[in-house]
């Protein structure tokens, strides 16, 4: 299994562009999750989807944000128009039915907003 | 208040230390706990999980969850320089499809 596969590994744009992160989850997991980590705040939660259904969009930050799942193979994240203080990793995870199971994070896309 | 508080560190201790990280927090309805650990420039990846109060031991790691006291703790004994890493705990309501909610991580180096 080739794990969760987040693109891209960088990015760097300017303020005010729209960004566009992606996700593949794992084949088989009924749940996906978009993350944000900084130094200051660590890993907080933004939105996360069960069976390609939003369930809880509580930590987008604002409405400059929005997340999609058309299937369960995909999923974006987007941001328009990017703000330097939207510079962080944004890691894309997937879990199966059983917390026990865990989470599994993608490599993360490390996002610089100039 | 956050609802989970982990001390970030740093934290540097000489190779074949206990160590000792800890997390509290404040929502008693949480269930489920875990410890993820994360390299540099790398995603977390799971550890250790406990289900409710009690220990639970895996080869040189040991996690403890005291519901009453509303802390959790992850040890690790004969501590080697390959766990140095960052090391999150992280906490659920729910066992299926729930969203897990991390502490601030806490930065370990083991010196040779």
């Known amino acids: 299994d080739a794990g969760v596969i987040q693109s891209p590994r960088h990015e760097v744009t300017e303020m005010g562009q729209e960004v566009t992160l992606r996700c593949k989850p794992i084949s088989g997991h009924n749940s996906l999750f978009w993350y944000r980590q900084t130094m200051m705040r660590g890993l907080e939660l933004l939105i996360y989807?069960?069976?390609?259904?939003?369930?809880?969009d509580s930590g987008m930050p604002e409405d400059r944000f929005s997340a999609k799942m058309p299937n369960a193979s995909f999923s974006t994240l987007k941001i328009q128009p990017s703000e330097p203080r939207d510079s962080a990793v944004y890691f894309c995870?997937?879990?199966?039915?059983?917390?026990?199971?865990?989470?599994?994070f993608g490599s993360g896309t490390r996002l610089t907003v100039v | 208040q956050k609802e989970v508080e982990q001390d970030p560190g740093p934290l540097s201790v000489p190779e074949g230390a206990i160590v000792s990280l800890n997390c509290t927090y404040s929502?008693?309805?949480?269930?489920?706990f875990m410890w993820y650990r994360q390299y540099s420039r790398k995603g977390p990846e799971l550890l250790m999980y406990?289900?409710?109060?009690g220990n639970k031991e895996d080869g040189r790691f040991t996690a403890q969850v005291d519901k009453s006291s509303k802390y959790i703790s992850l040890f690790i004994r004969d501590s080697q320089p390959s766990d140095s890493a960052t090391y999150l705990c992280a906490m659920s309501l729910y066992n299926q499809g729930g969203k897990l909610i991390f502490g601030q991580g806490t930065e370990l180096s083991v010196k040779p």
């Open positions: 989807f069960n069976n390609n259904v939003p369930i809880d």
């Open positions: 929502n008693s309805a949480f269930q489920y």
């Open positions: 406990t289900y409710s109060s």
């Open positions: 995870a997937s879990s199966p039915a059983s917390a026990a199971d865990g989470y599994t």
